[in-house]
């Protein structure tokens, strides 16, 4: 008897099956569950209908006015290869007020320039900075033409030479 207790407590045990069949079966189930609730559009899913596929039309572009400023060449300081940058842009402006803002060019080209001489050779060769250095111009320019009447600088030439 004490011999049998032994044998028994020897021979492998066989796993059983139940769990993994249990886990495809439910992973079918699930992944069924899931392409139908997505076809059926409960899951937020574009549907497929010809509705669907009709968009709304583009807004209108509103009125806009560019004035083109004054090129500018500016000397680059300092000990490198570069010894100019060519800077040229235009300012999109409402319509309104496109005679007020050629009425300042003089005084907007004056604090482009300025602030152009001012900048770090660094920062003017850092593809990078061109954003920094665009919404730093852009600043002093609605500084200098009053808010509301110039809604972006656009920049048509920054080589550096």
Do not use: C, W
Request: net charge negative.
């Amino acid at each position: 008897m004490a011999q049998t207790a032994e044998s028994e407590d020897e021979a492998p045990k066989k796993a059983s099956k139940l769990p993994l069949l249990l886990g495809i079966v439910l992973a079918i189930a699930g992944g069924a569950g899931g392409f139908a609730a997505v076809q059926l559009g409960l899951l937020g899913a574009p549907s497929h209908s010809a509705e669907a596929h009709t968009e709304a039309p583009p807004r209108p572009i509103p009125e806009l006015a560019f004035v083109p400023l004054d090129p500018l060449v500016i000397t680059i300081p300092g000990q490198s290869a570069r010894n100019h940058l060519r800077f040229s842009a235009q300012l999109e402006v409402n319509p309104e007020f496109v005679a007020d803002v050629e009425a300042v060019k003089p005084r907007i080209t004056d604090v482009l320039n300025s602030y152009l001489r001012a900048v770090e050779t660094s920062d003017l060769e850092n593809p990078a900075a061109l954003m920094t250095l665009r919404s730093q111009m852009l600043r002093r320019v609605k500084i200098v033409t009053g808010e509301g009447r110039v809604n972006d600088l656009l920049i048509m030439e920054f080589v550096m030479n």
